[in-house]
């Protein structure tokens, strides 16, 4: 049963606050498991649908979700990635060992091309991340020139004589991966000084303009991005217009049960406490978000430097019988709202949060799409749904919504509260969307929701959510978690009434007239 309480919020429809980048909703594809080789590539020959090797059924879910930019090739494999051992005839491309992720060999079959030509397909923008823990600078900046000057020099010629005669466009590149750590274990000021120097010669070509991504923090490391930050806005030979070398900086947090990476926990076991242990967890990256934008404010009030959170999501032990080092995980209704949870949180500070790329896009950590390898099957997860519930908020104008009323919260006997309600809203079109989730695992929640400066004039509803907290689909029930019509609200004279189920995610849809 619902509490007797109801929190009301308001929502100014006529008031549209900063847009929502379409980038918040990018993915991530690291050479790691199954999600390039037998997520997203298969291969020429595979009797799976392919197109040149590349999935078919993948690609086109992907498409379902209006995937706006992905991530690749790494991740920690990205430092230890050569970019010439992934081009030209594949039979003649030299194999390597995947000292990251288990030690396995790859073939390199997927390389420079075939991303690309994925990119292309998806209509999705790149977004490569460059070697600076085994690479060099020269070999960075060659890679550029391969894969976008269009006129006569070196590397444009050996992309022409492998293939591709036009350049492509890549609009982010990341000056390497995670520094902190699997990249090179460097001090903020010695990776701040690398990436001055690797990200000048991240030079656009021929109209291809590139926001260069600077290695950020660590979760909570607020020393990193006070010294990227100062090291950057301290260039006095950077343009006014754009900051240089780099115009923005990453963020890495992930969601698990403990309260660092000793205790993931298993995603098919959600106690009810551990549920909130989690989202606990999970709710942090507001706070995350927050401090460093502060930090971050303090050099650049006027935000010209974006914040990047290139690696987010649930992290659970690997699922028993499954390589431990491919990071294989099922996927339920509660990854669904950590999900759900992040996005609102994306939205809330679209002012500085310009992209976030979930981890990963296939097969590995909260993927949205799960292959099976004895069928070849495609399963599509709850957190996929989400994202495709959510997909109108993409480059939409945030709505302001402030909860009058406090939201109701889990009292854990230790450790901070958890709200219990997470919400947000955007205007785009002519229509506005709403986004509830209710956290709760044992109730459903009633909200009020006071919609002001615009006439509705439709409305529709979708409910994701399931009677077992441990839901999740399979290829024997690929249906067991998808969207239903949601019929549990009531909209009179501007006053919009909503019950949530319990552990649901709720969107409306509006039709809106002035």
């Avoid at 009058?404 to 309600?421: A, M, Q, S, Y």
Wanted: include cysteine; glycine fraction near 8%; charged fraction near 25%.
């Amino acid at each position: 049963m619902p509490t007797s309480t109801a929190p009301r919020a308001v929502i100014d429809l006529d008031v549209p606050g900063p847009t929502i980048s379409r980038h918040i909703y990018g993915h991530f594809a690291e050479h790691l498991g199954r999600c390039v080789y037998g997520g997203l590539w298969v291969g020429e020959d595979s009797p799976i649908p392919n197109i040149h090797g590349l999935r078919t059924d993948v690609i086109e879910a992907l498409k379902d979700i209006d995937i706006p930019n992905l991530r690749w090739p790494g991740g920690c494999f990205a430092d230890e990635y050569h970019w010439r051992d992934g081009v030209g005839p594949r039979q003649d491309r030299p194999m390597m060992v995947n000292t990251n992720w288990g030690d396995v060999v790859e073939d390199n079959s997927f390389g420079t091309h075939e991303f690309m030509e994925l990119c292309e397909l998806l209509g999705a923008d790149a977004y490569i991340t460059g070697n600076v823990g085994s690479g060099t600078v020269q070999e960075m900046s060659e890679w550029v020139d391969y894969l976008t000057r269009d006129g006569d020099s070196p590397m444009a010629r050996l992309r022409r004589a492998n293939g591709r005669e036009r350049p492509w466009k890549v609009p982010f590149f990341g000056i390497g991966n995670e520094s902190w750590g699997c990249g090179g274990h460097m001090r903020p000021e010695t990776y701040a000084a690398e990436a001055r120097r690797y990200a000048t010669f991240v030079r656009d070509h021929d109209g291809n303009r590139i926001t260069r991504v600077a290695c950020g923090a660590n979760v909570d490391d607020y020393e990193w991005t006070e010294v990227l930050m100062r090291d950057l806005l301290e260039c006095e030979t950077c343009p006014q217009a754009q900051p240089g070398p780099y115009q923005a900086i990453s963020l890495h947090s992930y969601t698990f049960t403990g309260d660092d990476f000793s205790r993931k926990g298993r995603a098919l076991e959600p106690s009810t406490e551990d549920w909130y242990t989690v989202f606990r967890r999970a709710w942090w990256m507001d706070e995350l978000i927050t401090r460093h934008s502060t930090v971050m404010d303090r050099y650049d009030p006027h935000r010209r430097v974006g914040l990047v959170v290139d690696e987010w999501g649930a992290w659970w032990d690997a699922e028993e019988g499954t390589n431990p080092a491919f990071l294989f995980q099922q996927n339920t209704v509660r990854d669904a709202l950590i999900a759900s949870l992040h996005l609102d949180i994306f939205h809330r500070h679209a002012e500085r949060v310009v992209m976030a790329n979930l981890a990963q896009t296939v097969n590995v950590l909260q993927a949205p799409i799960l292959t099976d390898e004895a069928t070849g099957a495609m399963v599509l997860t709850p957190t996929y749904w989400v994202l495709k519930m959510s997909k109108g908020h993409q480059d939409a104008q945030r709505l302001d919504l402030r909860w009058v009323d406090d939201l109701p919260e889990h009292r854990p006997g230790t450790g901070r509260p958890v709200p219990l309600v997470s919400a947000s809203a955007s205007r785009k079109d002519g229509r506005a969307l709403v986004s509830l989730s209710n956290l709760d695992a044992e109730r459903a929640r009633r909200l009020r929701l006071d919609l002001r400066g615009a006439r509705v004039t439709g409305d529709e509803g979708a409910v994701l959510t399931a009677d077992a907290l441990n839901a999740h689909n399979t290829v024997e029930r690929p249906d067991a978690v998808v969207p239903a019509p949601f019929t549990g609200y009531t909209l009179s004279d501007g006053l919009l009434e909503v019950t949530l189920p319990r552990a649901s995610f709720v969107t409306i849809s509006l039709g809106l007239s002035e």
